[in-house]
């Protein structure tokens, strides 16, 4: 369609859902991708102009640089900080438009992910914003880079991957309803953990999810905390 039309699509995504949208083909950003040290393509795209603010993905492991344009709440976010920022994000190893096929989602190999988006796009310093389940992998790069990281910003941020642990009962619940159904076990952690309240906007986060991230690596992820 002509630059600048206002359309409305379709997504397929997992299952029988889909996630219409109404967007501005002009604020779609340039997908780009960078190597880490290990051979694995990573998807990344960088918009605005300004202090840089890397992004790693927030809900890690689940992430979709693409599709995450097509969630309002979110849309609005990048659309506003670019005005005065350059953002940038990624999709992590395993997750959306980055390689799938990979079975190490240790610290070390998240970093290799941030560390090949940052040099990919040359990067000298930049501000890094830690928040969620990304924080562990903002905080060690910061601590092992601190000439590169201009300013560590977090929210809501936990120091290790199992800081994010529910109770024992309640982890060993989650995992047996991941394995027996991924789309009740997306849905469940979308209208709870990530608080989402609205049922709409919780709905959009759990597709996001399930198309982000296979049932196969989210069970790798999961065991590997």
């Given at each position: 369609?002509?630059?600048?039309?206002?359309?409305?699509?379709?997504?397929?995504?997992?299952?029988?859902?889909?996630?219409?949208?109404?967007?501005d083909i002009r604020m779609e950003p340039r997908i780009q991708y960078a190597t880490t040290s290990d051979g694995v393509s990573i998807a990344l795209w960088s918009i605005g102009e300004g202090l840089p603010i890397v992004n790693p993905p927030p809900a890690l492991p689940w992430s979709h640089i693409e599709l995450e344009w097509q969630i309002p709440e979110w849309?609005?976010?990048?659309?506003?900080?670019?005005?005065?920022?350059?953002?940038?994000?990624?999709?992590?190893?395993?997750?959306?438009?980055?390689?799938?096929?990979?079975?190490?989602?240790?610290?070390?190999?998240?970093?290799?992910?941030?560390?090949?988006?940052?040099?990919?796009?040359?990067?000298?310093?930049?501000?890094?914003?830690?928040?969620?389940?990304?924080?562990?992998?903002?905080?060690?790069?910061?601590?092992?880079?601190?000439?590169?990281?201009?300013?560590?910003?977090?929210?809501?941020?936990?120091?290790?991957?199992?800081?994010?642990?529910?109770?024992?009962?309640?982890?060993?619940?989650?995992?047996?309803?991941?394995?027996?159904?991924?789309?009740?076990?997306?849905?469940?952690?979308?209208?709870?953990?990530?608080?989402?309240?609205?049922?709409?906007?919780?709905?959009?986060?759990?597709?996001?999810?399930?198309?982000?991230?296979?049932?196969?690596?989210?069970?790798?992820?999961?065991?590997?905390?």
């Open positions: 369609p002509p630059a600048g039309r206002l359309c409305e699509g379709a997504i397929s995504l997992t299952g029988r859902s889909q996630l219409r949208v109404r967007y849309r609005h976010w990048y659309e506003h900080l670019q005005e005065t920022y350059q953002i940038v994000r990624y999709d992590n190893r395993g997750s959306g438009l980055s390689t799938r096929n990979v079975s190490d989602f240790s610290l070390e190999a998240h970093l290799r992910d941030l560390e090949a988006v940052v040099d990919r796009l040359g990067l000298e310093k930049f501000a890094l914003f830690g928040m969620y389940t990304n924080a562990p992998v903002a905080i060690a790069y910061a601590a092992r880079h601190p000439e590169r990281v201009s300013q560590l910003i977090l929210f809501c941020a936990m120091a290790r991957a199992t800081d994010s642990h529910a109770s024992p009962g309640t982890e060993e619940a989650l995992a047996h309803l991941r394995d027996i159904d991924y789309e009740l076990f997306t849905e469940t952690l979308a209208h709870t953990v990530f608080g989402w309240s609205e049922g709409d906007a919780a709905h959009r986060v759990a597709v996001y999810m399930r198309e982000s991230l296979s049932h196969k690596a989210a069970r790798i992820c999961w065991e590997s905390d």
